[in-house]
């Protein structure tokens, strides 16, 4: 399933939205299909209160220029949907300009862009160098926003469950398979669980989502490196599809003894049980913006100059271990008719658009991603000829 950008009602009230993706089963509640246009009244109400702008001087020379109204396509992650809804309403307000985002997934993203059938792409992956040799001219990857992949569970009546990432290495790989084994139980002794069968979750379509978790399993469980490895579709050893987050979400909820990954976003939405992982310094965290943040502190402070930086299992007391970038994919030269169209977007949703991160459970930008972000799109070509 295919989603336009769009706002619930449920945004006014300050609810968080979904990612979402496409499951045989019922749901928890999903984003309905709309035009960014549309949302333009509940964004401005959601938005009363953002959260303060990483930099006010990067975010004072964001401000979108007017001009004639220009149409944007693009396609890509499904855990940017929600951010991205609210920023480019927001934008499109101040320039009468319009996007029109498909959120089909990063590797349905990087797709599309390849075939020029969009003008920008996003998602939680990098891309491949198989990928980007395949696309007919250079791309950038933006940094846009930093997301959290919640691992939930379903087990009535249990509550703050703890694992490290060798376990959830090994549930994935199969070879725990009851929620009572004691390499489970060692981690929560003063959690009683029952001799339950384990029904692992998992996406089915190619997901950043799922290229940010299986990085870490990669990078915290050597058999998993060898045997599974990392990107944004594998071969699961075991366990049942779920297309999206939604399809995810919604099998963990329905399955007694699920357990399975997803944007941060959708366990809030949804009030869905997420485990506490024991983090590099052998603290136990939950998703949260606070950890998401402190993970990628040390990935801001030494970015490569493309941008592309992975950052699971940081170190630090508080960082939460399986976060990471979501990036903007930009062709370098830009069409000639659209060009200056899509440097006003990419700098607002990375310096003005930062302020509708945190109240959706993104961690905003921090102030080093921002500047090297300037210096990306600021290197971006229109027509063949600088800006």
């Known amino acids: 399933m295919k989603w336009n950008t769009t706002l619930l009602s449920s945004l006014a009230a300050g609810a968080l939205l979904a990612a979402c993706g496409g499951s045989s089963a019922p749901a928890p509640a999903s984003p309905a299909a709309a035009s960014s246009a549309a949302a333009s009244a509940a964004a401005s109400s959601a938005a009363a209160k953002p959260a303060a702008p990483a930099s006010g001087a990067a975010s004072a020379a964001a401000k979108p220029s007017a001009g004639t109204k220009v149409n944007l396509t693009g396609a890509g992650s499904t855990a940017d949907f929600p951010l991205f809804t609210k920023v480019f309403d927001a934008w499109g307000q101040q320039t009468g300009n319009q996007v029109n985002y498909q959120s089909v997934g990063s590797g349905a993203g990087i797709e599309q862009l390849t075939k020029k059938t969009v003008d920008f792409g996003a998602s939680d992956a990098i891309m491949t160098d198989a990928q980007e ?48 084994d004691p390499k489970i139980t060692a981690l929560n002794a003063d959690v009683k669980l029952a001799h339950t069968p384990i029904a692992v979750v998992h996406r089915s379509d190619g997901s950043g989502t799922t290229y940010i978790f299986t990085n870490y399993l990669a990078a915290v469980s050597s058999d ?31 399955t007694p003894g699920a357990i399975g990954y ?29 950890g998401s943040t402190a993970a990628a502190a040390g990935a801001a402070a030494n970015m490569p100059a493309d941008g592309k930086a992975i950052f699971v299992d940081a170190p630090g007391d508080d960082t939460y271990p399986i976060a990471g970038f979501s990036w903007i994919l930009s062709y370098k030269d830009l069409d000639a008719a659209k060009g200056k169209t899509l440097i006003d977007l990419f700098t607002y949703t ?21 500047d090297l972000d300037a210096k990306i799109i600021g290197g971006l070509t229109i027509g063949g000829k600088a800006q």
């Not at 490895?229 to 329905?254: D, F, L, M, R």
């Not at 003005?352 to 080093?368: E, H, I, R, S, V």
Request: overall charge positive; proline content about 9%; aromatic content about 10%.
């Open 133 to 180: 040799k395949a696309a007919p001219a250079p791309v950038v990857h933006i940094p846009v926003t930093i997301v959290a992949a919640a691992v939930s569970y379903n087990l009535p009546g249990v509550t703050n469950l703890k694992l490290d990432g060798e376990t959830l290495a090994n549930i994935y790989l199969g070879t725990i398979k009851f929620w009572d």
């Open 224 to 254: 998993w490196k060898s045997k599974v490895g990392a990107a944004t579709s594998v071969n699961w050893p075991v366990g049942i599809g779920g297309a999206g987050s939604e399809g995810v979400s919604g099998q963990v909820s329905q």
């Open 262 to 290: 997803f944007e941060y976003a959708y366990a809030v939405q949804n009030k869905l049980a997420t485990v506490l992982m024991k983090n590099k310094a052998g603290k136990f965290t939950a998703p949260s913006v606070p």
């Open 350 to 370: 990375t310096t003005k658009g930062q302020d509708f991160a945190q109240p959706l459970q993104y961690a905003p930008l921090p102030k080093p991603v921002q």
